[in-house]
């Protein structure tokens, strides 16, 4: 890494510290982050279907682990303030993946530094020496020059952490190694761990018997047509596809060329124990080609079900959306698949059929819909043509996309007619672009729409578009141009309002 980026990056932390002390400072009489505010959980443009903080910054989701029927959401979080800053563990738990309760702060800053991403397993054979079915935490420490690898165990089940005395388990000198993601690897008897590069690029993987004592495997990294980028919170799992299995390597980047800012791509192939060797395909490819998934990673623990929940933002613009006492929120879980497109496996997302919980019923819409706090939206198209959808509010503001037949693409504009976009002036882009990847005359689109959000789906999520909105109302019109359509809406209830 070119030592005077190091350097600027340095300074940039140190100021970032320096101003989350500030705010800290300037705020004694605020309660403590052990003591949870409850939100009001109605403020403008709070999400009403997606996780969020009663306050206060958000990024990474980390830790996703099942355990004896709750889902635990560990996360990148601020205690103190709604700004990047003073990195801990946050925390929330959910029995269905769609209602969720927070707890309080699971990991806090150490003498290592602050506690940025990593990953949960459940360590059922006591294989680390700390008891059996113990929930242990792998997380990157960081300080103002370095990323190392730590270890902590839980004897609450995953309320609090033990840090262990010996971390950190992988001891590194610069400030470009983090994010662990850890899985147990049956075929060599291992846990193996995936580490990003960050500036440097690609990932690392190492493998242990016990997760104290860890072996450098191997290097991933491809070259790919997008300068530079950073390697972000990887994952590698194993999926089926067509009877057999495949593995699928996840990274996110920040920035992405073409695409502003954050997204993540993926990588297919095989992974024999110590090297993850990719499929001879057209790299990079996006999961999700809007602009608001990012930093996802897969759930521990759940069997052969794969779900993936990410970040909802962008970090050309996080600081700075209008939001307040809380800052981000979570996508929609979603089940991860792979699926046969052209001859080829591609890997798709749905949102994961929990989501059924606090739906009522489906019904026709023609032009103008009640739509309640939140709702989604099944609109079945034809492609032997060209076509517009055009959602709006009573306001005028409207979200529109558009499908080219021939190419079988989705372009997508978010703009000053959206909504609120002059906080920041990357917010606001010209286009977004993606692939549908689907064969037929015709397309259907799921469509979830929260008060700040808009997840747009093909039915059997061969494309997946995520983005940020901000408008003065919930859209409540449709309008289909070009092509002939069905539509159906219906109402999801509030998660914070409805148990």
């Known amino acids: 890494m070119n030592n005077s980026i190091f350097k600027i990056l340095n300074i940039i932390i140190l100021l970032v510290f320096i101003t989350s002390y500030n705010l800290r400072n300037m705020s004694e009489n605020e309660e403590k982050s052990s003591s949870l505010i409850q939100g009001s959980y109605d403020e403008v443009f709070r999400p009403q279907i997606h996780f969020t903080p009663a306050k206060n910054f958000m990024n990474d989701p980390n830790g996703l682990i099942l355990i004896e029927g709750t889902y635990h ?178 990274s996110s980047v920040n920035p992405r060329g073409s695409f502003l800012g954050s997204g993540t791509m993926y990588f297919l192939g095989n992974f024999d124990g110590k090297t993850f060797t990719p499929d ?100 079945k198209i034809n492609l032997n043509k060209n076509s517009q959808i055009l959602l709006k509010n009573n306001e005028g503001e409207r979200f529109i996309f558009e499908i080219n037949s021939e190419t079988r693409k989705l372009t997508a504009y978010r703009n000053g007619s959206t909504g609120k976009t002059n906080f920041n002036g990357k917010f606001s882009v010209p286009s977004l672009e993606a692939p549908l990847n689907v064969s037929g005359d015709e397309v259907t689109f799921n469509i979830f729409v929260d008060q700040s959000s808009i997840e747009i789906f093909t039915e059997n999520g061969s494309m997946s578009m995520t983005n940020l909105i901000f408008p003065t109302s919930i859209y409540n019109y449709l309008s289909v141009y070009g092509v002939s359509y069905k539509a159906e809406m219906r109402c999801l209830n509030s998660i914070w309002k409805t148990k």
């Open 280 to 379: 001879p395909l057209n790299y990079p490819i996006w999961f999700d080609y809007g602009m608001d998934n990012y930093a996802g990673v897969s759930y521990s623990n759940t069997g052969d079900r794969k779900i993936l929940i990410g970040w909802m933002n962008n970090w050309s613009y996080a600081p700075d959306v209008p939001v307040s006492p809380w800052r981000s929120a979570m996508t929609l879980p979603r089940e991860l698949k792979l699926v046969e497109y052209e001859g080829k496996p591609i890997l798709v997302n749905t949102v994961v059929e929990e989501i059924n919980k606090i739906a009522g019923p489906w019904v026709k819409v023609e032009n103008q819909f009640e739509p309640g706090v939140a709702y989604q939206l099944k609109l």
């Open 73 to 250: 959401l560990y996360f990148q979080f601020n205690p103190e303030a709604n700004v990047w800053g003073n990195m801990s563990w946050g925390h929330a738990t959910s029995q269905d993946l769609i209602h969720w309760e927070e707890q309080p702060v699971a990991i806090k800053p150490n003498e290592l530094g602050v506690i940025f991403s990593g990953s949960c397993i459940l360590d059922k054979e006591n294989k680390a020496g700390f008891g059996e079915n113990k929930i242990i935490a792998i997380y990157t420490s960081c300080d103002l020059q370095k990323q190392q690898q730590s270890i902590a165990y839980s004897n609450d089940g995953g309320q609090s952490f033990i840090n262990y005395s010996g971390n950190p388990v992988i001891p590194n000198d610069d400030g470009n190694l983090r994010d662990p993601k850890v899985f147990w690897h049956e075929e060599t008897k291992k846990w193996i761990m995936i580490l990003a590069k960050g500036l440097l690029k690609g990932v690392e993987i190492y493998g242990s018997e016990n997760l104290k004592e860890w072996k450098h495997l191997s290097t991933f990294v491809i070259d790919i047509p997008v300068p530079d980028i950073q390697w972000e919170c990887p994952d590698l799992f194993q999926l089926d596809y067509k009877g057999s299995k495949k593995w699928v390597l996840i």
